[in-house]
């Protein structure tokens, strides 16, 4: 139940997404979890009974996807799922680089208990981390991590800063399952993340936003350096 009250004191229900944004959302899965691989090419109506919904409203999410540039729509061909180069990745990433620090830093602007609120959610976060590596789950990390970055940037209460970095998060996410198992258990993420947060908490904006650039340099430089090593081009 969301906490927001109504004009009669009572709590109101959460809203339940509409078709379409279930349909967005589970396109979008699918297309990171590798079930519509890069380079996939097939009708609405196939990807929407694969999916178990609607053509409509997958159509409408394919819509929304193709201006967020993850798939393509083409006369007789259908829908294809773009497929991204170690350069495209490069600039995916710079693209988050510029935009977490920012969102690190217009969050360390915010009043205390906005940050001490934001801080707390971010370390439970990064405790759960800190779990999944511990037991070796390298794929429930992955997706930790992205909740994590996730965390922060809307955290910054900048809609548009959210939406940008959604939109590359989801891109970049692709590479980072193909290199899980290529680079070492990623153990010092944790006391990096940690340092974000000790910087957030403590309001000191530029601190902030240093190590959520240093932070995501180093992913980008570790995994564009292994795209082009293993010759992985396209994702």
Known sequence: MSNAPTLLGI??????PSLVEAAYAAVKQAI???VFPPGFQG?????????????????????QLQSEGMVELRSKRGVVISALSPDDMKEVYDVIIAVEGMAALVLAEQPR????????????????????LARDDLLGWADLDA????????????????R??????????RARRLTLHLRSKPTGSIAEHQRIIDAIRAGEPGEARQMAQDHKIRARD????????????HL
């Open 11 to 16: 709590e109101k229900p959460e809203r339940k």
């Open 32 to 34: 990171r979890d590798g």
């Open 43 to 63: 009708s609405e109506q196939e990807m929407a009974q694969r999916l178990g919904m609607s053509r409509t409203p997958v159509h409408q999410a394919i819509i």
């Open 113 to 132: 208990a906005t940050r001490e609120r934001v801080s707390r959610d971010m370390e439970r976060l990064n405790a759960e981390l800190a779990e999944a």
């Open 147 to 162: 909740r994590f970055h996730a965390c922060l940037v809307h955290g910054a209460g900048n809609g548009r800063l959210e």
């Open 164 to 173: 940008i970095a959604t939109v590359n998060i989801d891109q970049s996410f």
């Open 222 to 233: 570790q995994i564009v350096d292994l795209l082009r090593r293993y010759e992985m081009k």
